[in-house]
T-cell receptor, first 111, second 110 residues
Framework: NAGVTQTPKFQVLKTGQSMTLQCAQD?????MYWYRQDPGMGLRLIYY???????DKGEVPNGYNVSRLNKREFSLRLESAAPSQTSVYFC??????????FGQGTRLTVV | TQLLEQSPQFLSIQEGENLTVYCNSS?????LQWYRQEPGEGPVLLVT?????EVKKLKRLTFQFGDARKDSSLHITAAQPGDTGLYLC??????????FGAGTRLTVKP
């Protein structure tokens, strides 16, 4: 069982570059999420998607865009990366108000 | 301000000691979840508490949901080095968006 798969696992960007983080789940979950986790911190919600075709802002959406391509895939895009976006990014999926399953994370450094 | 406030933020204890971690909010939750995260990994669910006043036990871990469903606690009895990790509480304050507390980083020394 793959669960939630994120790519890439590591990425270094220069300030101003763009990139897309990919996430796919094979559990037929309706809800998908993107979080960022800074050193010594919990997880802060960037965007979430309650179902295919819908997306909503979380706590820290500025500087990010998302696409819920289909039920399986939810991507996160940084259009112009900034050093403040250096973080570990986690994708997760869940059923309605149930346990969330997480990917392994993407460690992003913006220099 | 965080929707879910966790305390303490850091906890370092000796093997065999007991500890309690708290998760508090001014909002009412239909349920709260506790996750544990190890370095380099995503969080993994430990338990979900649903009913006000509910107590759940998972081996040496005891979870309680407050009567008013605004708070929860995690108590570990006779902590072991394998309990070391980041403990996170989480809940759905609104439809479909899951929010986390900042976490309690626990270190258990042998």
């Amino acid at each position: 069982n793959a669960g939630v798969t994120q790519t890439p696992k590591f990425q270094v960007l220069k300030t101003g570059q763009s990139m897309t983080l990919q996430c796919a789940q094979d559990m037929n979950h309706n809800s998908m999420y993107w979080y960022r986790q800074d050193p010594g911190m919990g997880l802060r919600l960037i965007y979430y998607s309650a179902s295919e075709g819908t997306t909503d802002k979380g706590e820290v959406p500025n500087g990010y865009n998302v696409s819920r391509l289909n039920k399986r895939e939810f991507s996160l895009r940084l259009e112009s990366a900034a050093p403040s976006q250096t973080s570990v990014y986690f994708c997760a999926s869940s059923g309605l108000n149930t346990e969330a399953f997480f990917g392994q994370g993407t460690r992003l450094t913006v220099v | 301000t965080q929707l879910l406030e966790q305390s303490p933020q850091f906890l370092s204890i000796q093997e065999g000691e007991n500890l309690t971690v708290y998760c508090n909010s001014s909002s009412v939750f239909s349920s709260l979840q506790w996750y544990r995260q190890e370095p380099g990994e995503g969080p993994v669910l430990l338990v979900t508490v649903v009913t006000g006043g509910e107590v759940k036990k998972l081996k040496r871990l005891t979870f309680q949901f407050g009567d008013a469903r605004k708070d929860s606690s995690l108590h570990i009895t006779a902590a072991q080095p394998g309990d070391t990790g980041l403990y996170l509480c989480a809940g759905y304050p609104y439809n479909n968006d899951m929010r986390f507390g900042a976490g309690t980083r626990l270190t258990v020394k042998p």
